[in-house]
């Protein structure tokens, strides 16, 4: 199975972007929370400081030229090493979108750290360009700190993957080992099946059901229910009302699975998703004689109480 790499495939499918921001605060002494519940970066481009936060008994020192990536971390902020002083610290927010989450966010620790000494050539070269564009208020500057932002957060995280260790069992781990690296972009595609990526990997199906789970803490069937969720839920957001293209193109095959399978994990129908995202009633389907079919998956009482609710409209912003 080729294509796309595991670790660009994820990032796409999360919609991966950076918002950078940098504020060049006088006030003293200098200090750059994290934000919270989400995962954002921090370049020292110019300057010393350390990291402090709630949950960790020891300061971590930062050198001039090294990287911070933290996952909402609570509590957590940069702070100058000497108070009268500013660093020059670059930051991004990391905006990935999972309503239903995602098995590399799941996997992201509180805090990832990365120097120059320890990383290929391109990642001095990022700084350098932070560095440049910080010194002038040149035309594009943002959209030049959102790029090189991005590239040091895949350049971290490719590190972070390379110096696991053994003792790890989640979906960076998978994305260590050669085998799995091969075949972990296919386990979230929809169409993909546990046979098959057997057979890419030239194993048995119990060997390989095996090594996903020693290695990731997770069975692959696990997996690809989960990939083909979010796949029907996007579908589903995006406005399709057709739920046996919904279970086609999602990887479920029938509508009675794709039934089966929200109920499972979200305890809700797919038509009942629909109708709580879009604020309106599902829209049913004509049979050839030009009766409405009933919505097969919703329960006779779903059905009546989604026919004598009115839709609630939207709040205006």
Same mark, same amino acid.
């Given at each position: 199975?080729?294509?796309?790499?595991?670790?660009?495939?994820?990032? =796409?499918?999360?919609?991966?972007?950076?918002?950078?921001?940098?504020?060049?605060?006088?006030?003293?002494?200098?200090?750059?929370?994290?934000?919270? =519940?989400?995962?954002?970066?921090?370049?020292?481009?110019?300057?010393?400081?350390?990291?402090?936060?709630?949950?960790?008994?020891? #300061?971590?020192?930062?050198?001039?030229?090294?990287?911070?990536?933290?996952?909402? @971390?609570?509590?957590?902020?940069?702070? &100058?090493?000497?108070?009268?002083? @500013?660093?020059?610290?670059?930051?991004?927010?990391?905006?990935?979108?999972?309503?239903?989450?995602?098995?590399? $966010?799941?996997? $992201?620790?509180?805090?990832?750290?990365?120097?120059?000494?320890?990383?290929?050539?391109?990642?001095? !070269?990022?700084?350098?360009?932070?560095?440049?564009?910080?010194?002038?208020? %040149?035309?594009?500057?943002?959209?030049?700190?959102?790029?090189?932002?991005?590239?040091?957060?895949?350049?971290?995280?490719?590190?972070?993957?390379?110096?696991?260790?053994?003792?790890?069992? =989640?979906?960076?781990?998978?994305?260590?080992?050669?085998?799995?690296?091969?075949?972990?972009?296919?386990?979230?595609?929809?169409? %993909?099946?546990?046979?098959?990526?057997? &057979?890419? &990997?030239?194993?048995?199906?119990?060997?390989?059901?095996?090594?996903? %789970?020693?290695?990731?803490?997770?069975?692959?069937?696990?997996?690809?229910?989960?990939?083909?969720?979010?796949?029907? @839920?996007?579908? $589903?957001?995006?406005?399709?009302?057709?739920?046996?293209?919904?279970?086609?193109?999602?990887?479920?095959?029938?509508?009675?699975?794709?039934?089966?399978?929200?109920?499972?994990?979200?305890?809700?129908?797919?038509?009942?998703?629909?109708?709580?995202?879009?604020?309106?009633?599902?829209? #049913?389907?004509?049979? !050839? =004689?030009?009766?409405?079919?009933?919505?097969?998956?919703?329960?006779?009482?779903?059905?009546?109480?989604?026919?004598?609710?009115?839709?609630?409209? !939207?709040?205006?912003?």
């Amino acid at each position: 199975m080729s294509g796309m790499d595991p670790l660009s495939a994820a990032l =796409d499918e999360l919609k991966f972007r950076c918002v950078a921001f940098v504020d060049r605060d006088p006030r003293l002494p200098w200090r750059r929370v994290f934000p919270a =519940d989400v995962v954002s970066i921090h370049a020292v481009v110019e300057g010393h400081g350390f990291i402090e936060t709630d949950e960790l008994l020891s #300061r971590h020192f930062l050198e001039e030229g090294e990287v911070v990536i933290s996952n909402g @971390v609570r509590g957590g902020a940069l702070r &100058a090493m000497d108070e009268g002083t @500013v660093p020059d610290v670059i930051s991004a927010q990391i905006e990935l979108q999972a309503p239903l989450g995602h098995p590399m $966010l799941a996997a $992201l620790p509180p805090l990832i750290r990365a120097s120059s000494s320890s990383m290929p050539s391109s990642f001095d !070269r990022c700084l350098h360009t932070l560095r440049e564009e910080l010194g002038a208020a %040149t035309l594009g500057r943002e959209t030049i700190f959102r790029q090189m932002c991005a590239s040091l957060f895949v350049l971290v995280l490719r590190r972070y993957v390379d110096r696991l260790g053994w003792t790890h069992a =989640d979906w960076f781990r998978m994305l260590a080992d050669p085998l799995l690296r091969e075949h972990l972009a296919a386990a979230s595609k929809p169409e %993909t099946t546990v046979a098959a990526l057997a &057979a890419a &990997a030239g194993r048995s199906r119990q060997r390989t059901c095996a090594r996903f %789970t020693r290695l990731g803490g997770t069975r692959p069937s696990l997996l690809l229910r989960a990939a083909r969720l979010r796949c029907a @839920v996007e579908l $589903l957001n995006a406005g399709e009302t057709d739920l046996s293209r919904v279970a086609r193109e999602s990887g479920f095959g029938s509508r009675q699975a794709l039934c089966r399978a929200f109920r499972r994990e979200l305890g809700i129908t797919p038509a009942a998703h629909w109708r709580s995202t879009h604020q309106r009633p599902f829209p #049913r389907r004509k049979s !050839r =004689d030009g009766r409405e079919e009933k919505d097969p998956s919703s329960t006779p009482g779903e059905r009546l109480a989604a026919d004598l609710s009115p839709a609630i409209p !939207r709040p205006r912003p």
